[in-house]
């Protein structure tokens, strides 16, 4: 029996990661997974970090409670069921507690997505009572060394606390580890550690060059032999364990063929509301020029699922370019990235750089060579925090940008 | 594992079962993914409770669906592959 003749799986990673999720339908698609990123304020400054540069123009005027407690019930009235409570640090903010109860009053299945810092067993509990149904917290390496670099912050001890914390309170031990060249090497004892904190899911996130990790790529891209590599260790565990832990290797795209099935699809499946209320397809959408994003303050989640521009602009493939229009395989990545397309290439449009159809995808052999260069490679990591994106948005951080057609 | 009429499953911890108005039809909601289930896959797990046994099962939805062949093969594979699956949990 196959997976077919019990249902169809929508938005889980494996499958995605496969391209064979959800097929497209401009016709009927509903918002299955609602994101909501409540702030971009965040203690941690780690160089991976995919929010907006110049999110300090948006710390200042997030949503109010009430603002996203409608956003919730509309977004559930859409259809919306997988809710991620996210940031920057959502637990900045003290009514995460009062989203969490309507998010389980409405239906949805919530998760909250965070660094664990400002995690008490007072707020826990809350949660708990609320009735959050999971926790996913960040881990970064398994030597305070690496966490405390990467991050910017010495936050190893915390992080070892709150996992355990999570696990008493009686929530799955969900892990999240961006994968760079600084903890890449260590592969096998990220995933014992994680058995050993009693994990029920890990995902392993080779970084993707979105944000801050974008500034920061030929700092943080590992090379093929060690993605290789970390990948083989990552099966072989996966082996030995069963299915006791299930495991997540996100596959990074710059050392693939193919583009990934970016979102699942342009306004497919997810929804994005951000901190200053927002709303976008995928988290970067803001980079993509001559395209006004709709924000929660002025219209309902259903016009702009359903009707607003944006949300329709790349759904289908009429928007396509050569050499996707005529692709055989156009419906299973659907042109890949319109973010990526444009940072690199300047062509939204255009086919993401990463598939090697692309007329452009020199721009992807010329980063992962950059990133062997050691000239390039040895400059500075621009960590995410207030200071340096005040300075970016000064035009002060210039030559680490210059090769982006938009701010990453 | 092979399944026996004796047996009674509830839905996995940390997994939550739900009829779904906008998407008409039951879901599996789980850390990181959701699954949309057919209809029939549906009316079976609608009565995995803790409290029935598969034989029980079997014999309300035959009743339901007196008119489908075979019915007992089809609920005995789908429970097969909603265990493999890690959606259910035995809990006799």
Redesign the interface.
Known sequence: MTQASLGQSVVQKEIQNQNNGVAANVTRTQPLWLLAEVTYRCPLHCAFCYNPTDYDKHTQNELSTEQWIQALRDARRLGALQLGISGGEPLLRDDIEDIVIEAKKLGYYSNLITSGVGLTEKRIQAFKDGGLDHIQLSMHDITEEINNFITNTKTFELKKKVAAMIKSHGYPMVLNVVIHRYNIGHMRQILEMAEALGADYIELANTQYYGWSLVNRSQLMPTKEQIDEAERITNEFREKQGSKMKIFFVVPDYFSDRPKKCMNGWGEVFMIVTANGDVLPCHSARVLPNIEFPNVREKGLDWVWNDSPAFNKYRGDSWMKEPCRSCSEKEKDLAGCRCQAFMLTGDAEGADPVCSLSPNHHVITQAIKDSRNPLIASQPIIFRNDKNSKAIIAGELNDRVKDFHALP | MSIQQTDIYSIA??H?F?W?D??N?Y????????????SG??EVLNLVDGQRTVAEIVTELKAKFSDVPDLENDIF??L???IE??WLRQIN
């Open positions: 911890l940390h939550r739900q779904e906008a998407q039809c879901v599996i909601l789980f850390p990181e993914g959701m699954v949309k289930l057919n896959a549906g594979g789908m097969e592959l909603a699956k890690a």
